[in-house]
């Protein structure tokens, strides 16, 4: 499917966006339509490569498109001689069988933060042009998967639903609703309210993704609480879900010396780097945060996917979701 460059930011559906982006601090629907070039080599369906984080979460038992091959191993008993593969047994002397996964139709919902708590980069982007990045190409890839796809974009006052479709009108929409969001943030902007619009965006989802979805939840999780927990349950639940945590490296890399003014929108402090015990300090917070993410995870059972802001966003899903940057995957062979 390749965007029609002249509909762009003229759906109906939502007001004509500004022609050009300001690279890493936020994005346009023209950006984000030209990240489906680089939606390849990486893929959330049954068959992941072997050292993919989604190996083998994704095969469905409900017959729909068709069978795909799987692997071939030794007969057991209770086989079925039909799927014999005669040319390996008679080559090895012992009976293999070929083994098919059932392909269904899977529709997907991304649902995308776009708070204020996302209007921070120290190299490259901002976080929440780096998600928007991750929904964009995550929909590129399951729309050539031939799945629909829909989202939930939500900031700190709006959240915007969209259903799934498969069609470049439905594509286009969705990115231009990313894209407005985007554009919405502001430095001046007030703090966020906690988990409030993160919770909202979650039951939009759950009213859209009833059963059988992929959902993937792109977010910093800023302010997570208990009912975040059981709307990520109950989604995981119905569907299968992926979670993309989307951080920068900043606090993980503080610089020996200079200043750092920090803002909620209302009042602002200056750090000062050159204090051995602050940046200690600031290290312990950011190591027991990102541990508290992944252990929150780990109890709900949805996989974490790690995408730093400050590194190219497709390069880093071809490298946890794909195939080896040094290496493509082999065409025409089961």
Known sequence: MKPDTAALGRS????????SATPGVNVDTASLAALEAAARDFHFLSRQPVHSLLSGRHGSRVRGRGLAFEELRPYLPGDDVRTMDWRV????????VRVYAEEKERPALVVVD???N?????????????????????????????????????????????????SQHGVLHLLGELARHNQALR???????????LNAALQHALQLARRDYLVIVISDFSGNDAQTRDLMLELRRRNDMLSVLVYDPFL????????????????QVELGFGRETLRSAIHRFA????????????????????????????????????????????????
């Open 252 to 267: 993980l890399n503080l610089p020996d010396s200079g200043h750092l003014v920090v803002s909620d929108g209302e009042l």
């Open 187 to 197: 430095a001046d902007a007030p703090a966020s309210q906690g988990a409030s619009q």
């Open 287 to 334: 190591d027991d945060h990102n541990a508290s993410l992944v252990e929150w995870h780990n109890g709900i059972g949805v996989p974490l996917l790690p995408i730093s802001a400050a590194e190219d966003t497709a390069l880093q899903l071809r490298r946890l979701l794909g195939y080896p940057a040094d290496a493509s995957p082999r065409r025409g062979k089961a």
């Open 89 to 96: 047994t008679a080559r090895t002397g012992k009976p293999h």
């Open 118 to 166: 996302m209007f921070f980069g120290s190299r490259r982007a901002m976080k929440s042009v780096a998600a928007a990045e991750v929904a964009a190409l995550a929909t590129w890839r399951m729309v050539v998967e031939g799945d629909r796809v829909g989202g939930v974009v939500f900031g700190d006052k709006e959240v915007t639903a969209l259903a799934p479709q498969r």
């Open 12 to 19: 109906p559906q939502h007001k004509t966006l500004p022609s």
């Open 114 to 116: 776009q708070r204020i």
